[in-house]
């Protein structure tokens, strides 16, 4: 059986980056720069007159060599000529160097490095956590724009905002803990001579809390996914109920269109009789996916709120920004 492939999660933004900028990075992670990296720097490019002075340079040497033996001049005074064109040469003389041509998505990654997030920022552990978030967001933004009708319709303006926030929020948490857990891992705690037993087990005692309020986040972003999921096939079965109920009345015409004798009439009757009751009974299966589907809330921000702060608690500092 083949190992599963490692989780890796796409890059995550900051919802307060411009959209402009937001889109520049979200089309380009091949130019991100991971948030534990240093900020990337604008590529320069030196002048060409700088580019020639280690050749020039070499010709200084026999030039002035020439030209003190062809002057006679004193030894003292040749060094002090030829440390005077050192300086020279050294200090001035040369435009500095250049900006190189920067690709709108680089300049984006540099203006905005530690406002965003890439795989590598994350240890095994955050990622697969990042990830089922990541897939639970997918969920409910694939759903598409809500019908209207008798549901509640999800408001997707909320959506917009709020998961963005949430995605932010759940991510910013797991880089903290992932830089808790590696200088956990690289301590050595037999170095300092003294039992610090008790002092790790908080440690590990807080890291186990704060883990357990992400995956909570996490668990609660799957439950809103899977109502979505939920609601929308509701709607679906609605959507073909109601097509059921319309086309009662042309089956009603049709009928009334053959009629051709007293019996006929009789017949049709009977049979708008018979219809009648389907109807009735497609209306109260109509009501009760509608009741169904009612049950079926969004999903609730308050309770992330709650976890945030539990984890905000839990673990000492704040996470990069």
């Avoid at 490019?45 to 020039?56: C, F, N, T, V």
């Avoid at 990830?131 to 008798?150: E, F, L, S, Y």
């Avoid at 905002?161 to 929020?169: F, N, S």
């Avoid at 050595?188 to 590990?204: F, I, K, Q, S, T």
Wanted: no cysteine; aromatic share 4%.
């Amino acid at each position: 059986m083949a190992a599963p492939q490692p989780a890796h999660p796409r890059p995550v933004i900051d919802p307060s980056v411009p959209p402009a900028g937001r889109a520049l990075l979200a089309a380009n992670p091949g130019v991100l720069t991971p948030a534990t990296h240093p900020t990337p720097q604008r590529p320069r490019r030196p002048g060409a007159a700088a580019a020639l002075r280690p050749a020039a340079w070499l010709l200084v040497p026999p030039l002035l060599l020439a030209v003190g033996l062809a002057l006679r001049l004193p030894p003292v005074v040749f060094g002090a000529a030829v440390l005077f064109a050192f300086l020279i040469g050294t200090t001035g003389g040369a435009p500095p160097a250049r900006r190189a041509p920067e690709s709108p998505a680089a300049a984006a990654a540099r203006r905005y490095h530690g406002r965003y997030f890439v795989a590598a920022d994350f240890d095994a552990s955050a990622r697969a956590l990042l990830v089922r978030a990541q897939d639970a967001i997918d969920t409910v933004t694939d759903a598409g724009p809500p019908d209207t009708g008798d549901i509640d319709a999800i408001d997707a303006i909320d959506n917009e905002v709020v998961l963005p926030r949430q995605l932010w929020d759940i991510a910013t948490t797991l880089r903290h803990l992932t830089d808790l857990r590696d200088r956990a891992r690289a301590a050595d705690p037999a170095r300092l001579g003294v039992d610090v037993g008790d002092l790790l087990a908080e440690r590990r005692a807080a890291l186990a809390a704060a883990e357990g309020a992400a995956t909570a986040r996490v668990e609660a972003l799957e439950r809103y996914a899977a109502h979505v999921t939920a609601a929308e096939e509701h709607r679906r079965r609605l959507r073909e109920l109601r097509l059921l109920l319309d086309e009662q009345q042309e089956y009603r015409d049709l009928l009334a269109a053959t009629a051709a004798d007293e019996y006929a009439v009789g017949h049709i009757d009977e049979l708008a009789a018979r219809a009648r009751a389907a109807e009735a009974h497609l209306g109260r299966a109509l009501e009760a996916a509608v009741e169904e589907a009612r049950t079926f809330a969004p999903f609730e921000d308050d309770t992330d709120t709650d976890t945030a702060g539990g984890t905000d608690g839990a673990v000492e500092g704040e996470p990069p920004r």
